[in-house]
Each structure stands twice: as structure tokens, then as C-alpha cells.
T-cell receptor
Framework: DAGITQSPRHKVTETGTPVTLRCHQT?????MYWYRQDPGHGLRLIHY???????DKGEVSDGYSVSRSKTEDFLLTLESATSSQTSVYFC???????????FGDGTRLSIL | KNQVEQSPQSLIILEGKNCTLQ??????????LRWYKQDTGRGPVSLTI?????NTKSNGRYTATLDADTKQSSLHITASQLSDSASYIC?????????????FGTGTSLTVIP
């Protein structure tokens, strides 16, 4: 298995609080991604990074920010969580190429 | 608009039987098409990647086909096992050297029963 660790794996928090999710990789891969997965939707890209301090927005980036200060760590922050951000969040590494993306096991985030 | 559509949404089969999952894609310019398996509570795991020039690729009991003319792909599972119960996700990749180039289907939920 590719070395991708997401933390925490589960989190429950209240509306309006800040939340930070962490993705850590041991593969030294240049590309890292944050997706969210909701019923009835395919995985949707929030933000991605193509190198240290190099990030770009995906299709559902509103309300989220990211940071990548080291190759191995990619952080996703919800500055002021809302109930619509209740979801399962997946980190991935790999691409763009003909090689597969490798996914972490997700963080289940519930915002009450 | 680039998109990927999968059918059926869900499927129940008996252990030992074969099944075929479908994927229609409109991704342009097209680079490759991927199938992933996602077990409950886990992240997706790659099964196959097929480029424009490939029309069949196998991974054990999983065989993917690609018809670039009709923009259709299928995933055939042979002699199903209980461990095949999962969601199967089709992903089309656009030919861009950026990170926002993947288009995910909503998946087919497969349940294999004894």
C-alpha cells in the first residue's frame, strides 16, 4: 500500500469552529489532492498541490484552504465549518500521468 | 462538459457468478480511463488504467474493456467472491498536465451474496 496517512480518521465538531485535516505521505510524490465524497456525487476535487507552496483550486474549493510547507504534508482547513461540509474527505497522491492515484482511507467529518 | 456516468447504480449477484459494470465517458481531450475498487470505509484502490490505444486489460478476475469510438468502458468480474462486495468507480482523465483533470463517476455498488 502507498504510504498515505490521514488524520484524524473521524471528527465531530460544531458549526463555526475551525477544522484542520492532515494528509501525510511517505512516497515523496509531487502531487497531492484533497477530495470530498458525498452520496450521489463522484469524488469532487477541493484543492490540489503540485509542489511545496504550490496549490490550486478544484471544483468545490469555497470554504476551504490548504497549505503545503513540506513535500510530505498537505493540510486542509475549514476556517469556519458549516453543516454542508459534513462529508468524507480523501487525500490522494499521484498523477498527472498514466500512473494511478493512491488514496488514503479518508476522514469522516461531521459538523453539527 | 466532461463527465463520467456509470450503470447500474447498484447490483446484487450470487457468489460465483459473473457480472459486468458499465461506464460512459465524455472526456476530451481523452488521456486514459481508470477503474477503482472502494471497500466500505476505505479509500479507492486502482484496478486498471487504460489508454486510448488499449481495448482490454486484465487484473486477476477483473477485466476492463475500452471502446474509444463509443466512449464506453466495462468492468467484467469473473467468478465473483464475497470480497468483491464494494463500490466500483470509473474515472476519466483529461489530457492536461494539471491536477484537476480527473472526472469521477458516482460508482456502482456491488453486493455479492452467498
Amino acid at each position: 500500500d502507498a504510504g498515505i496517512t490521514q488524520s484524524p480518521r473521524h471528527k465531530v465538531t460544531e458549526t463555526g469552529t475551525p477544522v484542520t485535516l492532515r494528509c501525510h505521505q511517505t512516497e515523496n510524490h509531487r502531487y497531492m489532492y484533497w477530495y470530498r465524497q458525498d452520496p450521489g456525487h463522484g469524488l469532487r476535487l477541493i484543492h490540489y498541490s503540485y509542489g511545496v507552496k504550490d496549490t490550486d483550486k478544484g471544483e468545490v474549493s469555497d470554504g476551504y484552504s490548504v497549505s503545503r510547507s513540506k513535500t510530505e504534508d498537505f493540510l486542509l482547513t475549514l476556517e469556519s465549518a458549516t453543516s454542508s461540509q459534513t462529508s468524507v474527505y480523501f487525500c490522494a497522491i499521484g498523477g498527472p500521468s498514466d500512473q494511478p492515484q493512491h488514496f488514503g482511507d479518508g476522514t469522516r467529518l461531521s459538523i453539527l | 462538459k466532461n463527465q463520467v456516468e456509470q450503470s447500474p447504480q447498484s447490483l446484487i449477484i450470487l457468489e460465483g457468478k459473473n457480472c459486468t459494470l458499465q461506464c460512459n465517458y465524455t472526456v476530451s481531450p481523452f488521456s486514459n480511463l481508470r477503474w477503482y475498487k472502494q471497500d466500505t470505509g476505505r479509500g479507492p484502490v486502482s484496478l486498471t488504467i487504460m489508454t486510448f490505444s488499449e481495448n482490454t486489460k486484465s487484473n486477476g478476475r477483473y477485466t476492463a474493456t475500452l471502446d474509444a469510438d463509443t466512449k464506453q468502458s466495462s468492468l467484467h468480474i469473473t467468478a465473483s467472491q464475497l470480497s468483491d462486495s464494494a463500490s466500483y468507480i470509473c474515472v476519466g482523465r483529461e489530457k492536461l498536465n494539471t491536477g484537476n483533470q480527473f472526472y469521477f463517476g458516482t460508482g456502482t455498488s456491488l453486493t455479492v451474496i452467498p
